[in-house]
C-alpha cells in the first residue's frame, strides 16, 4: 500500500481540535428515542439475518433489523426516520492495534511519510510549523530509508549542517529507529564508548562514532532527555487523535502499549462522558508505569477498559531489528534484537496473569514469536492461554510449525493488512524464499484455528479502515500491484475481513456478547459507507467514504457536516 502522510499542518490541527474535543457526542433532536436508519444494505454479520434494509436503535442498543417496513413497525409511529440513501451499513469497525498518542504526536509532527530522499527529509523540516517542537527539540515522525534511492541508513552529518545547536529526533516510520543529529547525542550523552544496551543497536561508523542511527532500546536514551508534550500540547494531540479515528470510520480502538499518562487522562475524560470512541488499553508493560499498573490492575469504565498489557518481544522487520532463528539474508551479520531477556519477560508475564490481565505481545520475527508460544504455554498452558485469550501482536514472520502450535493453542493473531503491502516491496530480500512462507500468512493462521483480529498499526500505517479492508482483500498496492496480489493465497475475502475489523475484534477485546455485530440487545455502534466492503470491487474501497461514524447510538461523525 502507497504510504500517506498521516500528518497535519497546525492550522489543521488547531481546527480539528476546536471541533472535536472535550465534548459528548451529539444525537440529533428528536422527539422520540428511537431512530431508525434505512440504507441500501445493512449488512449486520448476524448469522440468522445477516443483510437488512434497516435498523433501529433505541437507548443506545440495537432494537431491531430487518425490512424497513418490520423495523419501522417495531419501532413505533414516533421514531424518527434516517434515509442514508446508498450508503452500506456495517457493526462499528475497531482498529485492533493502534497508538492513540502516538497518532497525536505525529497529527503535531513534520510529516516524512512518503518522502523520496534524505534531501526530501532536509526540506521538510525546514518548514516545521511550531507544532513540531517539544521544548527546544524538532521532532519529525514517519521516514523509510526502503523508499530512498541509496535504501540506507542516514547520518547525523546532514542535520548537523542545518541545525547544529538544536536538538533534531526522526522516527522511522516503524517506530523502532530514531535518526537525530550531534546535539540529541550530545544531551543524551551517547559517544563512542556508550555500549549498546540490551535489546538496542547504536550505529556507528568505520571510526567508531554514533552515526545518529538508534534502534529499538537504544532509542531509550534520547526519549529519557527529551522534553515531553506539555499538558496542552497533550490534550490537543489525543483530542485530534480521536476525532480522525472518527472520521475514518473506526468505533474502538485497541490501543497497544498506553502510558499511564494516557490512560489517567482518557479515564478523567470517560467519568466526564467525554470520550467518543471506546478504546480497550493495554497496559504499557516496558516501562517504568508496570509496577504502578500491576498495583492498579484491570479497570472497567463507560467506554474505556484496560485489561491487557503489551510487551514487545523484538524489532521491526524494516530496521532489521526483528529477532530471527536464522540471519538476515540480505544482512548476515545480522539476527535481530531481543527487547526483554527471555527471563525477563516470562517474569512479567507471569506478574501480569496473576494480576487477571490479558498478555498481547509485539512479536515480529520467527525467534521472536517462537519465544512468546513456548513462555505462554508454559506459564498458562493451553487451555490458560485460551480462556486468557493472550494475543500476539503482530504475528509477522513464523515458522510453519509455530503456525500450527499458535492456531491449536487458542492464541488470538492481531494482524495488520496494510504492514503486507507496505512491506512487500522489500520483505522476501530480507528473508529469502523459505521463511517469507510464513510471513503475513493470514489463511495459513486462520487454517490452523486462530481467531484473527484486525489493525493498522496507526500511527506506522494511516488510520484508514477502507485502506486496511481493501489491504486485506486484495494484498496489493494502490496502484493494484503486483497483479492477482502478493502471495494471492494468504488473501481474505471481503467477509473475512469485515468480521476481523469487527467481530473479530470484539472476541479480542472479551466484548462479543455486546458488540461486533448489528443484533437486537448489542451495542448500537456502527459506520455507514459509501461502498459495500463485501461486494464491490475492491478498487472501489479506495475511493469510497465514510458517510457517519455512530458510537452507542450517538453520532461521531457525518460526513455531510462539517
Not at 454479520?45 to 430487518?66: F, H, I, M, N
Not at 434516517?82 to 492513540?100: F, K, W
Not at 461486494?535 to 462539517?562: I, M, N
Amino acid at each position: 500500500m502507497q504510504r500517506v502522510r498521516c500528518a497535519l499542518s497546525a492550522v489543521v490541527l488547531l481546527a480539528c481540535v476546536a471541533g472535536c474535543t472535550h465534548r459528548a457526542p451529539d444525537s440529533a433532536p428528536s422527539a422520540s428515542s428511537t431512530v431508525v436508519y434505512v440504507a441500501r444494505r445493512v449488512r449486520t454479520l448476524d448469522p440468522s439475518r445477516p443483510v437488512a434494509e434497516a435498523l433501529a436503535v433505541r437507548d443506545g442498543k440495537v432494537l431491531a433489523t430487518g425490512t424497513r417496513d418490520e423495523v419501522l413497525s417495531a419501532a413505533g409511529s414516533d421514531a424518527r426516520v434516517v434515509d442514508l440513501g446508498d450508503a452500506t451499513v456495517v457493526p462499528g469497525l475497531t482498529d485492533a492495534h493502534g497508538h492513540l498518542s502516538g497518532l497525536g504526536r505525529a497529527l503535531s509532527a513534520v510529516a516524512l511519510v512518503g518522502t523520496s530522499s534524505r534531501q526530501e527529509v532536509l526540506e521538510r523540516l525546514k518548514s516545521a510549523p511550531h507544532s513540531a517542537f517539544q521544548g527546544d527539540w524538532l521532532i519529525g515522525l514517519g521516514w523509510d530509508q526502503n523508499d530512498w534511492p541509496e535504501k540506507a541508513f542516514p547520518a547525523r552529518a546532514e542535520l548537523d549542517v542545518l541545525w547544529p545547536s538544536t536538538p533534531v529526533a526522526l522516527s522511522r516510520i516503524d517506530g523502532h529507529a530514531l535518526w537525530v543529529n550531534g546535539e540529541a547525542l550530545r544531551r543524551a550523552h551517547i559517544t563512542r564508548d556508550t555500549p549498546d544496551p540490551q535489546g538496542g543497536r547504536i550505529h556507528r561508523g568505520p571510526d567508531g562514532e554514533p552515526t545518529g542511527v538508534l534502534v529499538d532500546n537504544a532509542m531509550d536514551l534520547v526519549d529519557a532527555v527529551m522534553p515531553p508534550p506539555t499538558d496542552e500540547q497533550f490534550e490537543a494531540q489525543l483530542s485530534a487523535a480521536l476525532a480522525t479515528c472518527a472520521r475514518n470510520g473506526m468505533t474502538g480502538v485497541h490501543d497497544a502499549g498506553m502510558s499511564l499518562r494516557t490512560f489517567n487522562l482518557l479515564k478523567r475524560w470517560d467519568a466526564e462522558g467525554r470520550l467518543p470512541l471506546r478504546v480497550y488499553a493495554m497496559a504499557d508493560g516496558m516501562g517504568p508505569d508496570r509496577e504502578k499498573y500491576l498495583e492498579l490492575g484491570p479497570f472497567q469504565g463507560n467506554k474505556l477498559t484496560m485489561r491487557a498489557v503489551k510487551f514487545l518481544m523484538d524489532g521491526a522487520l524494516g530496521s532489521r531489528g526483528a529477532a530471527l532463528h536464522e540471519p538476515y539474508r540480505d544482512e548476515p551479520s545480522q539476527r535481530g534484537l531481543l527487547l526483554l531477556s527471555p527471563e525477563e519477560y516470562e517474569a512479567r508475564v507471569r506478574a501480569f496473569i496473576g494480576r487477571g490481565f490479558q498478555v498481547a505481545t509485539h512479536a515480529i520475527g520467527d525467534r521472536a514469536n517462537t519465544l512468546v508460544l513456548d513462555t505462554l504455554l508454559r506459564v498458562a498452558g493451553p487451555e490458560g492461554v485460551r480462556s486468557g485469550r493472550h494475543r500476539i501482536e503482530h504475528a509477522q514472520v513464523l515458522r510453519l510449525e509455530d503456525i500450527t502450535r499458535l492456531g491449536a493453542n487458542g492464541f488470538i493473531a492481531s494482524v495488520q493488512p496494510t504492514h503486507a503491502t507496505s512491506d512487500m516491496p522489500w520483505a522476501e530480500a530480507r528473508l529469502g524464499p523459505e521463511r517469507i512462507r510464513g510471513a503475513y500468512a493470514w489463511q495459513r493462521l486462520k487454517a490452523a484455528g486462530a481467531p484473527l483480529a484486525l489493525g493498522s498499526d496507526f500511527p506506522v500505517e494511516r488510520p484508514d479502515m477502507l485502506a486496511g479492508l481493501y489491504a486485506a482483500r486484495t494484498r496489493q498496492d494502490a496502484a493494484g500491484q503486483p497483479p492477482g496480489g502478493w502471495f494471492p493465497d494468504q488473501r481474505l475475502s471481503g467477509e473475512e475481513a469485515l468480521e476481523g475489523f469487527t467481530v473479530g475484534n470484539a472476541y479480542a477485546s472479551f466484548a462479543e456478547k455486546v458488540r461486533g455485530r448489528l443484533q437486537p440487545g448489542l451495542d448500537a455502534d456502527f459506520v455507514a459507507l459509501s461502498v459495500d466492503p463485501v461486494d464491490a470491487p475492491p478498487a472501489d474501497l479506495l475511493k469510497g467514504q465514510v458517510l457517519r461514524t455512530v458510537v452507542g447510538g450517538a453520532e461521531l461523525y457525518s460526513a455531510s457536516k462539517p
